[in-house]
């Protein structure tokens, strides 16, 4: 496939019509719709209705409830995937085999099996198309004025780090069936929720090398975990605590990175502005020094609308976008060895995970029944 003509919008279908698709993609959609970037030529939804419905409000020429039929007929260039992980391999392979590029929302898929076949059905080359995770807090401007300025040294070495995504789900939020469970959703919230600040940890930090995790499920009757803790060690040497729960009625998204010239800390919840981020010097840092890290310049707020426009601009140029390939199999891969790690009671090393290892292919690695709620004894 060529790069796509760069005055032309690029014709974008929508599968799942659901809240996110509502909330979050179409009115990035529609904005970049507006400015000449993307054009919505059709929407795909298993309930008729409801892809009817979303189709007639937004003015979506062609719905359908078949997926395949939608990229034989329309053709489109980008195919946003808004479903639950189950289906985003079999759905972005048929969309990559389709000749459109893929914007797959998050978690990826619930397996780096799946992941990697991802990655197989695209076409190869330079120009794509290719497949990407919908991971928005990489493409927030505090997020790239600091990305930038740690890969300049500016705040010398970093040492230490905190990733922490404390929120709070109730037992309604768990009644959605493919929620909470293995071989639907690939995990709890280390993959479901605290996977965004993950993978923002380590495109700040760079390439992890170790990770000892635990997790446990204390509160909801689900399969898979509600709360984990992990160390992750980098290649650079700095080491750092992640912490994911929907346990905590004091929600709050954090990252705090201490360096040999600095403290950098982002706190917010769902998506952060420039205000959000707080730099502290070290001792002795010039003030005009200082200065210049606080000029985070013109404030583009994380969002699905950030994203967007940078991978809109990288079809056009026919390259590789920030979130695809190994780009957004680093996350993964590090979600997968903190539950690993959790299983085994061992410490999980990068690129130890692949084919013949029961954890490539499911993130409980089979294990059968796993429950780690608290005893009755235990709580004596």
């Known amino acids: 496939m060529s790069p796509h003509h760069p005055s032309s919008p690029l014709r974008t279908a929508v599968v799942g019509t659901g809240g996110i698709a509502r909330g979050s993609h179409l009115p990035a959609l529609r904005t970049l719709a507006a400015e000449g970037g993307t054009e919505l030529v059709a929407a795909v939804d298993v309930d008729a209705d409801a ?32 479903t639950p992980p189950a289906v985003h391999r079999e759905q972005s392979v048929a969309a990559l085999r389709a000749g459109a590029w893929v914007w797959c929302e998050k978690p990826p898929c619930p397996s780096l099996a799946d992941y990697d076949a991802v990655e197989a059905a695209e ?9 990407s995770i919908v991971f928005q807090h990489r493409f927030g401007s505090g997020a790239r004025h600091v990305r930038r300025l740690l890969r300049e040294g500016a705040f010398g070495r970093p040492l ?34 605290g996977i965004h600040q993950t993978d923002l940890l380590l495109d700040l930090m760079g390439p992890w090398s170790e990770v000892r995790g635990m997790a446990a499920r204390l509160v909801h009757d689900v399969e898979s975990e509600d709360v984990s803790t992990a160390q992750v060690r980098f290649a650079s040497g700095a080491v750092a605590t992640v912490v994911n729960s929907v346990l905590s009625p004091d929600e709050v998204s954090r990252i705090r990175i201490d360096c040999e010239r600095a403290t950098i800390e982002l706190t917010h919840l769902y998506g952060y502005r420039n205000a959000d981020w707080r730099l502290t010097p070290a001792p002795g840092v010039a003030e005009e020094t200082v200065a210049a890290w606080r000029d985070f310049g013109p404030d583009e707020p994380s969002s699905h609308l950030a994203q967007l426009r940078t991978l809109v601009a990288d079809i056009r140029a026919g390259r590789r976008h920030a979130t695809s390939g190994a780009g957004g199999r680093r996350t993964l891969e590090l979600i997968t060895g903190l539950y690993k790690s959790a299983f085994t009671d061992a410490p999980v090393r990068a690129g130890e995970i692949g084919p013949g290892d029961p954890y490539y292919t499911a993130l409980h ?10 005893k009755e004894e235990e709580h004596a």
Do not use: N
């Not at 979303?54 to 946003?80: K, N, Q």
């Open 160 to 193: 230490v780090a905190h990733c922490q995504t404390t929120w709070y789900r109730d037992a309604a939020y768990y009644a959605v069936p493919w929620r909470g469970r293995w071989a639907t959703e690939g995990g709890g919230p280390a993959m479901g929720h």
């Open 123 to 131: 076409k190869g080359g330079d120009a794509g198309p290719y497949a």
């Open 51 to 82: 892809v009817r419905a979303f189709a007639d409000e937004s003015g979506i020429p062609y719905a359908s409830t078949d997926l395949d039929a939608m990229l034989d007929e329309v053709r489109p260039d980008l195919v946003v995937l808004c």
């Open 365 to 374: 690695g089979g294990a059968p029944g796993w429950a780690p709620a608290l």
